[in-house]
């Protein structure tokens, strides 16, 4: 539990102590049930079952696809490992349309296996791939589209899959924040061909490290499940290409743990956003972002933009001196896909264009939330903020005096 130091009269940046004596972390696990955890790991020991499509895997798997409301759920070691699995077996090559704000993970898993990604500009107020830009950047090597539904607001999957359908196109979505989430009644898990979750420990839901493929599909169920084990599909039958992309028991005791605890952790999270909700909005120049109140939303990320001319600091500036105060903010998902190594080093013909992602991945600030965050620390971090900005210019001039610390380290 993040401790405060006395009440901050200076900000730390201009040679305070820093407000937080531990550090308040973006990602900070959700924790479930010490004792059941621990009771399931007993169980795994004592029956020697460890791996493989365990007890606790399947038990898991069948958890995740009710909860998403979708036919077959392939829990597996990591999400990025199952956007990998999900565009091979969906044959995915040549270009695949996907935003470039996202984490590298989604960039990643289609250039591991040699397909280009095509990086489509996003909505500036919903930071979702933009549907009308991405008919213009089809061509004939085009074979899917791989959208986001990033910071769990889930991608417009309807006008995604038009497109899809008019130009005979696979359509996958990358759905590594929003477990639990839905759009207009639907859950998230159902959409397009297929869908990846992250179970990663800063999930909303964590296995520690670990990810599934959800479909409604029965033969891409069959594809993901081969793939991931060899291409074995007997004891001694390898029926096709494959790696090993299991999830563990271990994983999934985890996961099986945390489920039991998934409600209580939404509330906390909504919890969590009433109050930065509350204390952001008389900060001058930051902005959360808003979501619809009628979708279901896990809030495992809160958002923010930052106006450097209302604010009297850029987002950076505000977040190193954020960080210097042992509030650790982070600007995810910065600089975009595109304007990092391999991807920088082949621009189409032309560069990229892509304003509206470069606006965004200038302006946005992610906060702390989740079990490991406090109301108290929350409103702590609002009067700080506003510390901080009304004395904006000197802050500025004592950043370009110090060495900041770099993204991770805190202050102690
Ligand atoms: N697609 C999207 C859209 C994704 O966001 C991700 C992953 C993927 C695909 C791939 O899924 P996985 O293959 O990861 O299952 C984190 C996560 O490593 C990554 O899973 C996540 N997205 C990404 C958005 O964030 P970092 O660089 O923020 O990790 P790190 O180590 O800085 O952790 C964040 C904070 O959490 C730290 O300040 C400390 C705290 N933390 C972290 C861990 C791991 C803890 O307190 N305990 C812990 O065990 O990447």
Known sequence: MPMLTASPATPAILGGRPHFRQPLHVGAPNIGNRERL???????????R???????????????????????????????????????ALDLQGEVIMPAFTFVATAHALAWQGIRPVFC???PVTHLLDPGKVEALITPRTTGILAVHLWG???????????????????MFDAAHAFGCSKGGKMVGGFGDLEVFSFHATKFMNTAEGGAVVTNDDELARKV?????????GLDRVEA??????????AAAMGLTSFESLDQWLAVNRRNMEAWKRVLAPVPGVTLNTWDEDDDHNHQ??????????????RDELVAALRAENLLARRYFYPGCHRMPPYRFSPPAGGWHLPA???????????????????????????????????????????QAVAVPEAGEAVR
């Open 153 to 171: 607001r889930p991608a417009p999957a309807g006008r995604l899959q038009e497109i899809a359908d008019r130009h005979g196109l696979k359509l």
């Open 121 to 123: 500009d996003i909505d």
């Open 38 to 48: 621990l009771r399931r790991i007993e169980t795994m020991l004592d029956t020697r």
């Open 301 to 314: 990320y809160v958002v923010c933009e930052v106006d450097a001319e209302q604010a009297g600091l850029d």
């Open 50 to 88: 460890l791996s493989n499509f365990g007890p606790y895997v399947r038990m898991f798997e069948d958890m995740v696809a009710e909860r998403a409301r979708v036919k077959h759920c392939i829990a597996l070691c990591n999400g990025t490992v199952a956007l990998e699995i999900g565009a091979r």
């Open 241 to 250: 290409l494959g790696i090993n992309g299991k999830m563990n028991e271990l």
């Open 357 to 399: 992602t470069e606006r965004v991945c200038d302006r946005v600030m992610v906060l702390p939330t989740g079990t490991a965050v406090t109301v108290e620390d929350i409103e702590q971090a609002g009067r700080l903020m506003r510390e901080i900005l009304d004395q904006a210019p000197k802050v500025r001039s004592a950043l």
């Open 225 to 233: 499940r081969l793939m991931a084990n060899f291409g074995f599909s």
